[in-house]
């Protein structure tokens, strides 16, 4: 699965943002789609995915209530909707594919996009 991430940008804190995820190369609705973001200096965080088999949610407590994850089987697509952005959710955000029925932890994620740089500030 080749995956591309967009969508990141400058926004004031408590502004919007949505990032996309592209999927490409094998069946996307076969895998769990999730988020993950790493700031200057920190370990790579879990920030929410998204199921393939009973399409749930999960979030880290971070973002739970700001941010919400769905998917469009139809375009190969994961979204990332952020809402009430923070100072402290600066980071650069990656989209990742996993065959795991549900995965929370960087090593559960086969396949990874690139990154798009997510920046709060005022």
């Known amino acids: 699965v080749q995956l591309q991430a967009s969508g990141g940008g400058l926004v004031q804190p408590g502004g919007s943002l949505r990032l996309s995820c592209a999927a490409s190369g094998r069946t996307f609705s076969n895998y769990g789609m999730g988020w993950f973001r790493q700031a200057p200096g920190k370990e790579r965080e879990f920030v929410a995915t998204?199921?393939?088999?009973?399409?749930?949610?999960y979030y880290a407590d971070s973002v739970k209530g700001r941010f919400t994850i769905s998917r469009d089987n139809a375009k190969n697509t994961v979204y990332l909707q952020m809402n009430s952005l923070r100072p402290e959710d600066t980071a650069v955000y990656y989209c990742?594919?996993?065959?795991?029925?549900?995965?929370?932890?960087?090593?559960?994620?086969?396949?990874w996009g690139q990154g798009t740089q997510v920046t709060v500030s005022s």
């Open positions: 990742a594919a996993t065959g795991l029925r549900l995965g929370l932890r960087s090593d559960d994620y086969n396949y």
């Open positions: 998204i199921t393939w088999i009973d399409i749930n949610t």
